[in-house]
């Protein structure tokens, strides 16, 4: 079987959706149910990964992700169609102040033929007694995506004071983010938009893959911070005239208009003479 197409849609429990095979019109579909709490200077997740598709997965592992750091749980060799498997995992990460902490679970796992796909998952995990976040993730956008181009996260400031903040990307392995955090600026009431430069190292055409963005900033005391999701389409790579068939075409349009314009001008102009001509 080839691997032809991959659908991840997340929620509460995430989704992630491998259709393999056009003869087959196979699927392989992990589902991603995340418990994540604070636990004495740690993250602890329990993890309930599931395939709802109608193929196999293979290799299958759960990954734990908090800022830089990581932790992997054990490889489950297959898993199979309506099946399902627990991962508990923990990751070391101090004592959290009160606030909103984003993290993500990762699920890596293949085809049949040991090609690598990644389901994620961005949640946030809750510490104390914090109020909500006065930042949000309003639009985050991408046109489709064949080698390389740019995520538009648009982020609105819901309070009359100015916040500096972070924006970062998350995105699943196969989308390469070049800038993966930045620093914004947002002054009482702002709306802007970041472009953030993405590239596709190893995603396959036809796959539809969600990517998420992260805005953090601290308020007296408090961190917050707010998540969004946006999806990016991967297409094949198009000829130069396909990317300007378009403006192709307009250029086209108006030099016919041109010629015809011309034509009639000249025809006007050989009456006229004509007319003139006559006794």
């Known amino acids: 079987m080839r691997h032809q197409r991959q659908l991840v849609l997340v929620g509460a429990p995430a989704l992630?959706?491998?259709?393999?095979?056009?003869?087959?019109?196979?699927?392989i579909s992990i589902s991603i149910a995340p418990v994540v709490e604070p636990r004495e200077?740690?993250?602890?997740?329990?993890?309930?990964?599931?395939?709802?598709?109608?193929?196999?997965?293979?290799?299958?592992?759960?990954?734990?992700?908090?800022?830089?750091?990581?932790?992997?749980?054990?490889?489950?060799?297959?898993?199979?169609?309506?099946?399902?498997?627990?991962?508990a995992l923990s990751l070391p990460v101090g004592e959290l102040g009160t606030g909103h902490?984003?993290?993500?679970?990762?699920?890596?796992?293949?085809?049949?033929?040991?090609?690598?796909f990644q389901a994620?998952?961005?949640?946030?995990v809750t510490v104390g007694s914090p109020p909500p976040a006065k930042v949000a993730v309003a639009e985050l956008k991408a046109n489709p995506l064949?080698?390389?181009?740019t995520l538009r996260i648009r982020v609105k400031n819901l309070a009359g004071v100015v916040r500096q903040a972070s924006v970062s990307v998350v995105a699943p392995e196969g989308i390469e983010v070049s800038a993966p955090a930045q620093d914004l600026r947002l002054a009482a009431w702002?709306?802007?938009?970041?472009?953030?430069?993405?590239?596709?190292?190893?995603?396959?055409?036809?796959?539809?893959?969600?990517?998420?963005a992260e805005v953090q900033y601290d308020d007296e005391g408090v961190h917050q911070a707010v998540a969004g999701q946006g999806i990016v389409e991967i297409e094949a790579a198009h000829s130069y005239f396909e990317v300007r068939r378009t403006w192709f075409w307009i250029a086209a349009g108006v030099l016919v208009a041109?010629?015809?314009g011309i034509l009639l001008?000249?025809?006007?102009?050989a009456r006229s003479r004509r007319a003139e001509s006559r006794p």
């Open 120 to 124: 994620i998952h961005v949640g946030l």
């Open 101 to 116: 902490w984003p993290y993500q679970i990762a699920i890596d796992y293949t085809d049949a033929n040991q090609y690598p």
């Open 16 to 27: 992630a959706l491998c259709l393999v095979g056009p003869a087959a019109a196979g699927s």
């Open 265 to 269: 001008w000249r025809g006007l102009a």
């Open 146 to 149: 064949s080698s390389s181009g």
């Open 41 to 87: 200077g740690a993250l602890s997740a329990q993890v309930k990964v599931s395939n709802v598709g109608d193929e196999t997965a293979q290799s299958v592992a759960a990954v734990l992700v908090f800022g830089e750091h990581k932790a992997r749980g054990e490889i489950h060799p297959s898993l199979a169609p309506g099946a399902s498997v627990d991962a």
């Open 190 to 212: 702002e709306e802007r938009t970041v472009s953030v430069p993405i590239v596709n190292r190893t995603a396959l055409v036809g796959s539809r893959y969600p990517v998420f």
């Open 258 to 260: 041109l010629w015809v």
